[in-house]
T-cell receptor
Framework: DQQVKQNSPSLSVQEGRISILNCDYTNSMFDYFLWYKKYPAEGPTFLISISSIKDKNEDGRFTVFLNKSAKHLSLHIVPSQPGDSAVYFCAATGSSGGGADGLTFGKGTHLIIQP | DSGVTQTPKHLITATGQRVTLRCSPRSGDLSVYWYQQSLDQGLQFLIQYYNGEERAKGNILERFSAQQFPDLHSELNLSSLELGDSALYFC?????????????FGPGTRLTVL
């Protein structure tokens, strides 16, 4: 049973345009959400996070939106650059285990930025 | 470079064998997490150690075990290996014991079971 779902395995966007990556979750105990970026032959690197008490968090070109009622979050990248081509993982964690449950990841979306 | 090191980078072994994967966390980090990334399952949390003690367990099989040593490095032991254990194994570290802390991932160990 997948608790974090990324329904688009891949996404192709033109350079300079907005990239929107989506993520859905099912576990109501999740209260902290993260996006990680992964290049081939490297481990995932943290990109941006959002707590469930907020609905938006911005960091430079990256913005994460959280819709708790829909159990949905999205990552917006504006403008998209060639170096953004990577696999993006949505992850979540919650307080059910005192915040010590590890991260639950989606299967990832491969973002390809076209020149 | 995240500061987390994992050895070996690649490991090829046969079914039924046992292997040990090693992880050194970032300097000052007390928590070590292990994750498995397989083609069909994505990244799955296996187990967490904090300052030498087991802190949380995820989808870790009984054939797998881990420990964290006094110098805070960690080892993941995989025994009675099966073809389905072929995967990328990532280690991550964080300062605190909570998964709300930012986790820094190593480059992974690719395990191939033949």
């Amino acid at each position: 049973d997948q608790q974090v779902k990324q329904n688009s395995p891949s996404l192709s966007v033109q350079e300079g345009r907005i990239s929107i990556l989506n993520c859905d979750y099912t576990n109501s105990m999740f209260d902290y959400f993260l996006w990680y970026k992964k290049y081939p032959a490297e481990g995932p690197t943290f990109l941006i996070s959002i707590s469930s008490i907020k609905d938006k968090n911005e960091d430079g070109r990256f913005t994460v939106f959280l819709n708790k009622s829909a159990k949905h979050l999205s990552l917006h990248i504006v403008p998209s650059q060639p170096g953004d081509s990577a696999v993006y993982f949505c992850a979540a964690t919650g307080s059910s285990g005192g915040g010590a449950d590890g991260l639950t990841f989606g299967k990832g979306t491969h973002l390809i930025i076209q020149p | 470079d995240s500061g987390v090191t994992q050895t070996p980078k690649h490991l090829i072994t046969a079914t039924g064998q046992r292997v040990t994967l090693r992880c050194s966390p970032r300097s000052g980090d007390l928590s070590v997490y292990w994750y498995q990334q397989s083609l069909d399952q994505g990244l799955q949390f296996l187990i967490q150690y904090y300052n030498g003690e087991e802190r949380a367990k995820g989808n870790i099989l009984e054939r797998f075990s881990a420990q964290q040593f006094p110098d805070l490095h960690s080892e993941l032991n995989l025994s009675s290996l099966e073809l389905g254990d072929s995967a990328l194994y990532f280690c991550a570290s964080s300062k605190g014991g909570s998964s709300y802390n930012e986790q820094f991932f190593g480059p992974g160990t690719r395990l191939t079971v033949l």
